[in-house]
T-cell receptor, first 113, second 113 residues
């Protein structure tokens, strides 16, 4: 089975800190995604990547950046954490082609205080 | 633009009764349709998908879904609900290369003992 591993389940950070959320997948998937999930707002795409060193903005990229130096790893960076970035962050990966579906990590619940 | 709708925020059903969680889609061409389930503080787990072929798709945990092209629907069903089915359910549509998934807003299913 494909595994998508997010480095932390729960994280508490202070306002203004630089925060790194790490995601690693072990099945050679080309595509990787970062979503945030908030009550009443569903899943919102932050950034995605179709290949190493490649990144594309999703629907809500402001305040975030990403890094994909290796195929298996996709990092989400909060440059200066703010309280409105308190959320559940979900990483996903997939093969190319819409019929494969996404495999999600367990999520990181980030609280910014 | 493609979109996925889940018209019910919440579905309540008694244990042992059949359940239906509704999904409609708006996608040009032939869609790839998926159902995911999310338990509290977890990532999304794949339940089932429709790509082509038989309109009735069977998936994990006794769930099934029926693809109806004329009604552009892909409703999730289970003949006999369990309390452990209580969770958040997401319908999603994928398409061709270069196009990301579109997720519905989610439906919270509560199965009452």
């Amino acid at each position: 089975d494909v595994k998508v591993t997010q480095s932390s389940r729960y994280l508490v950070k202070r306002t203004g800190e630089k925060v790194f959320l790490e995601c690693v997948q072990d099945m050679d998937h080309e595509n990787m995604f970062w979503y945030r999930q908030d009550p009443g707002l569903g899943l919102r795409l932050i950034y995605f990547s179709y290949d190493v060193k490649m990144k594309e903005k999703g629907d809500i990229p402001e305040g975030y950046s990403v890094s994909r130096e290796k195929k298996e790893r996709f990092s989400l960076i909060l440059e200066s954490a703010s309280t409105n970035q308190t959320s559940m962050y979900l990483c996903a990966s997939s093969l190319s082609g819409g019929y494969y579906g996404y495999t999600f990590g367990s999520g990181t619940r980030l609280t910014v205080v | 633009a493609q979109s996925v709708a889940q018209p019910e925020d919440q579905v309540n059903v008694a244990e042992g009764n059949p359940l239906t969680v509704k999904c409609t889609y708006s996608v040009s061409g032939n869609p790839y349709l998926f159902w995911y389930v999310q338990y509290p503080n977890r990532g999304l787990q794949f339940l089932l998908k429709y790509i082509t072929g038989d309109n009735l798709v069977k998936g994990s945990y006794g769930f099934e879904a029926e693809f109806n092209k004329s009604q552009t629907s892909f409703h999730l069903k289970k003949p006999s609900a369990l309390v452990s089915d209580s969770a958040l359910y997401f319908c999603a549509s994928g398409r061709n290369y270069g196009q990301n998934f579109v997720f519905g807003p989610g439906t919270r299913l509560s199965v009452l003992p």
